[in-house]
């Protein structure tokens, strides 16, 4: 065999091997490309909410997305970010032959913690979504939402989160689905804030536009409690509320007011950063 033979012999196999590497790299490129991007949906309303199922149709339906729901079997609305103690009964629930999802007998962060833990043991979410909500949950009454509870559970675990509430009556439902699938879509393409969760607000009537603004005042006020039984020395109250308007023009309580759709970024962290320096003056010491 000549110098010449070997020097073909040798571009030949030069060109074979590039050309396997080029095959091996387009089919595991190819493979994480089609890795779909997991989104854990829950809500406070319950497994049975209509406005759940709009919002996993909608989430569905984009490219490449898989929706598993992992929800309260019942209402839990209210629920904040608490939690039932002890073993959860969760049943998979099918409708008209196929799955819907899982639900969880206990709160909505029961429900999500379930569904990260276990239900994305092998294949973890990348995003968690709750809602929609029936009811907004702009201002501090966010405190007291388990929509935005079940999405805080999803920062605890590391994964980032989006809440949708919208207004009881005179909402496009299918509108407010499409509207949260915009984010997700973004979300996908471009990645996800870490740490913080945006709650979206959908108010009624004709929409003005959106807005991104801060937390801000309650819009409902307790205003008394009416006594409905009494036996001896047993009472039972119903309480009674009342929708006020906001007057603070720099938050979302009063933006949403006003017919604009608001979002609504929201951290963990409660802390009062502005007088811990104040709290450390005191001085307070160890007691014996």
Same mark, same amino acid.
């Given at each position: 065999?000549?110098?010449?033979?070997?020097?073909?012999?040798?571009?030949?196999?030069?060109?074979?091997?590039?050309?396997?590497?080029?095959?091996?790299?387009?089919?595991?490129?190819?493979?994480?490309?089609?890795?779909?991007?997991?989104?854990?949906?829950?809500?406070?309303?319950?497994?049975?909410?209509?406005?759940?199922?709009?919002?996993?149709?909608?989430?569905?339906?984009?490219?490449?997305?898989?929706?598993?729901?992992?929800?309260?079997?019942?209402?839990?609305?209210?629920? /904040?970010?608490?939690?039932?103690? *002890?073993? #959860?009964?969760?049943?998979? $629930?099918?409708?008209? %032959?196929? =799955?819907?999802?899982?639900?969880?007998?206990?709160?909505?962060?029961?429900?999500?913690?379930?569904?990260?833990?276990?239900?994305?043991?092998?294949?973890?979410?990348?995003?968690?979504?709750?809602?929609?909500?029936?009811?907004?949950?702009?201002?501090?009454?966010?405190?007291?939402?388990?929509?935005?509870?079940?999405?805080?559970?999803?920062?605890?675990?590391?994964?980032?989160?989006?809440?949708?509430?919208?207004?009881?009556?005179?909402?496009?439902?299918?509108?407010?689905?499409?509207?949260?699938?915009?984010?997700?879509?973004?979300?996908?393409?471009?990645?996800?804030?870490?740490?913080?969760?945006? /709650?979206?607000?959908?108010?009624? *009537?004709? #929409?003005?536009?959106?807005? $991104?603004?801060?937390? %801000?005042? =309650?819009?409902?006020?307790?205003?008394?409690?009416?006594?409905?039984?009494?036996?001896?020395?047993?009472?039972?109250?119903?309480?009674?509320?009342?929708?006020?308007?906001?007057?603070?023009?720099?938050?979302?309580?009063?933006?949403?007011?006003?017919?604009?759709?608001?979002?609504?970024?929201?951290?963990?962290?409660?802390?009062?950063?502005?007088?811990?320096?104040?709290?450390?003056?005191?001085?307070?010491?160890?007691?014996?």
């Amino acid at each position: 065999m000549t110098l010449t033979d070997n020097s073909l012999i040798n571009k030949v196999m030069s060109s074979l091997a590039h050309a396997l590497f080029l095959l091996i790299f387009l089919q595991t490129s190819s493979s994480v490309v089609a890795q779909p991007y997991r989104i854990l949906l829950s809500n406070d309303d319950g497994i049975n909410s209509p406005l759940l199922h709009t919002l996993k149709e909608e989430l569905a339906a984009l490219p490449e997305v898989e929706v598993i729901i992992s929800a309260p079997a019942d209402n839990q609305s209210g629920s /904040s970010h608490s939690t039932d103690g *002890g073993p #959860l009964i969760v049943e998979h $629930i099918y409708q008209n %032959g196929e =799955s819907l999802g899982y639900a969880v007998a206990g709160r909505p962060s029961d429900a999500v913690r379930f569904g990260l833990v276990e239900l994305g043991k092998a294949d973890p979410f990348d995003l968690v979504v709750s809602g929609i909500n029936r009811g907004a949950n702009v201002g501090n009454i966010s405190h007291l939402s388990g929509t935005v509870g079940a999405a805080m559970e999803g920062l605890l675990h590391g994964v980032p989160a989006i809440a949708v509430s919208q207004d009881v009556t005179d909402v496009d439902t299918v509108a407010s689905a499409r509207f949260t699938a915009q984010l997700v879509k973004h979300y996908r393409e471009s990645g996800a804030p870490e740490g913080t969760l945006i /709650s979206i607000n959908i108010p009624s *009537g004709e #929409l003005q536009g959106v807005k $991104i603004m801060p937390m %801000g005042d =309650s819009y409902l006020q307790t205003s008394h409690y009416e006594l409905v039984e009494q036996t001896g020395e047993r009472s039972v109250y119903e309480r009674q509320r009342i929708v006020v308007q906001s007057l603070d023009s720099s938050t979302d309580t009063y933006a949403y007011q006003q017919g604009y759709i608001t979002l609504t970024p929201l951290k963990f962290d409660w802390t009062d950063h502005d007088i811990t320096e104040r709290v450390e003056s005191w001085n307070l010491q160890l007691v014996n």
